[in-house]
């Protein structure tokens, strides 16, 4: 049975996590940086919190008053609804679309899977800190990416390295000197084939420095639908990552009204980057959200390469969830295009909510289907 009650301090709290699935909405790197926290830090003091998953961080110092930041945006509905089941009231999230300038007396922070978003972040926090400032990092072990020790040491410095609990590790840190400003690994990209249209994003997207193989695969599908849509018709590249998919269907048709939509805010702010500098004047709209919307309406034409990792957990769920509100807003007539690894069955995954499900391309690694109603 999942343990929905973090009693690392009274009152004790009861979390869950969106969807629930039998996982537990804190993890013990959490557990180990309230207490680090509640050790060092005093009322009065501005404290930031850096990628609260599902909310525990957010309230249990909520008497501190934290400015919350996360790039994912399912904290933000985590958040809210944990506050409310806890009887607490707090501000919701910000993104890196918008980032707090700071300063800040200390900062709060879940160590990243990907080293250069851990870069990115350890980079930020020194612009924002104040000189003597405090960074508290935790995380599991075994989510720690390769090389982020050298990471810490070039870039903060490290007071206190506390010791490991449950196969979770905390770093007590002061600011250095290097931050954002000149950071040449900020954007990276790649030129598309064909087109030669560059894209850039920023650390926490996928693919961001090559051009991801069933994306690549995707493309020419996207280009033939594109093409046979009418004009004005609606366009949503879900989970868009830079905006490749979607911006391959501006590629063939500029007439088109494209939406992008990522959990990201890193994404979001990558894609409405790469679009705006290639087509400032289509019909373009950007959502940082966890899916579709309920009020997104319906679309024509829907791109999706989903994601299959979700923080510590592997699986379809991501993806079986996404299909379910893509046929909920497929227009009739629309249709969704979705490539994924082989070896992961999206064609029996499909039927469940499609009544027609046709193989558009395939080789070992990747499968493109196209799916309607």
Request: overall charge negative.
């Amino acid at each position: 049975m999942t343990n929905n009650v973090l009693a690392v301090q009274e009152p004790p709290l009861v979390l869950s996590r969106p969807g629930n699935r039998g996982l537990q909405a804190w993890d013990a790197a959490d557990e180990l940086l309230i207490e680090a926290a509640r050790e060092r830090l005093q009322p009065g003091q501005r404290l930031a919190l850096v990628d609260d998953a599902f909310g525990a961080l957010t309230l249990a110092l909520h008497d501190l008053e934290p400015t919350t930041i996360a790039d994912n945006a399912t904290l933000r509905g985590a958040l809210a609804d944990n506050a409310r089941s806890n009887g607490l009231e707090v501000e919701a999230p910000e993104d890196w679309m918008r980032p707090p300038l700071g300063p800040f007396d200390a900062i709060v922070m879940k160590i990243p899977r990907q080293i250069d978003y851990l870069e990115y972040l350890l980079r930020w926090a020194n612009d924002v800190l104040v000189p003597g400032g405090l960074l508290m990092a935790g995380g599991m072990i075994k989510h720690i990416p390769d090389h982020g020790v050298g990471v810490f040491n070039r870039l903060v410095v490290t007071d206190q390295v506390l010791p490991a609990r449950k196969k979770a590790r905390v770093v007590v840190c002061q600011p250095g000197s290097a931050g954002l400003a000149g950071w040449e690994k900020q954007w990276l990209g790649y030129r598309l084939p064909a087109s030669g249209l560059e894209l850039r994003a920023l650390p926490a997207v996928f693919a961001r420095d090559h051009l991801d193989p069933g994306a690549h695969m995707l493309m020419p599908q996207v280009r033939e639908a594109a093409a046979s849509l009418a004009e004005g018709a609606r366009v949503l590249d879900l989970a868009c990552g830079n905006g490749v998919q979607g911006l391959t269907a501006l590629l063939e048709r500029q007439d088109l009204a494209v939406e992008f939509s990522d959990v990201s805010s890193q994404a979001i702010a990558s894609a409405k980057a790469n679009v705006k500098g290639a087509f400032p004047e289509a019909d373009t709209r950007f959502e940082h959200g966890d899916g579709i919307a309920g009020n997104a309406g319906e679309f024509d034409l829907i791109l999706l390469n989903p994601p299959f990792h979700d923080g510590g957990a592997v699986g379809d769920h991501i993806a079986l969830r996404l299909f379910r509100q893509a046929r909920r807003h497929l227009s009739p007539g629309g249709q969704l295009l979705v490539v994924g690894n082989r070896h992961l069955g999206y064609h029996k995954s499909l039927r469940r909510d499609f009544s027609q499900v046709r193989q558009l391309d395939a080789d070992p690694r990747f499968v493109v289907f196209a799916a309607s109603y």
